[in-house]
């Protein structure tokens, strides 16, 4: 029955808290207790998402200028979620994770190689912050793999973009949840130095429709513009 489930799940909490994967804070949250059970977990939880999707092979989301253009990123990702949300929710064991851990995957299999992602996975607060790292340079490579089209490694010791993007799923009102994520997107972009702000709400009610859903605007905090993005 529903108890003996609630109580099995009680158990597997407090095993992985035994463990030592998680931990409470002294304010009773939840977080991964390190750096690297904080990249590993949410690897290892949107893994199948990440090896089940295709990718362009052609950079389209890379500027001319070597840049990544993250608004177009976000843009594809829109539509990828508008189009395949449904199915690929119902693959995730943790329904209330799924839009971040989608999204995750999602960045991870383009961005994998040529920049990296950083993850503060806030589990309890209805939030995600992702810091990407992005080099505007790449390494030198030989003639020979020039004619065959290779790129060169990036360079993390040139000029390096830096983004952030907070992770929010909606509840209550549109207006409390934008007015806290600006603030949190804010702050996280200022103590990352980042060059772009990203925020990303999740509307997960059926009743509304994705026309409705789907929408960005920019907004300012302070003197930092934060682009935000609905889905």
Known sequence: GDSDQ?????????YVIDLGLIERTVNK?????NRIYQEIIPRELNSAAQ????????PWFVDPDGGLNFHKLLEAFQQFFRENSE????????????????MQAF???????????????????????LAIEWPLQRLPVSSEKEKSGVEGEPNWHGPIQRI?????????????VLAQGL???????????????HLVIFNRDPDVSWDEKIW???ETRGTRTIRVWGA
């Open 29 to 33: 949250q939840v977080r991964i207790s």
């Open 164 to 176: 952030v993007i907070e992770l929010k799923l909606l509840r209550g009102s549109l207006d409390s």
């Open 87 to 102: 199915s690929w929710l119902e693959r995730f064991d943790y329904k209330e994770a799924g839009p971040q851990l989608l």
């Open 216 to 218: 960005q605007r920019p």
């Open 6 to 14: 609630l109580e099995a799940g009680a158990q597997d909490f407090q």
């Open 183 to 197: 603030e949190q997107t804010a702050d996280y972009a200022d103590s990352f130095k980042a060059d772009e702000a």
């Open 107 to 129: 960045l991870q299999r383009i961005i994998n190689g040529g920049g990296r992602i950083s993850r503060e996975y806030g589990l309890g607060r209805r939030r995600t912050d």
């Open 51 to 58: 090896s089940m999707m295709v990718v362009p092979e052609t």
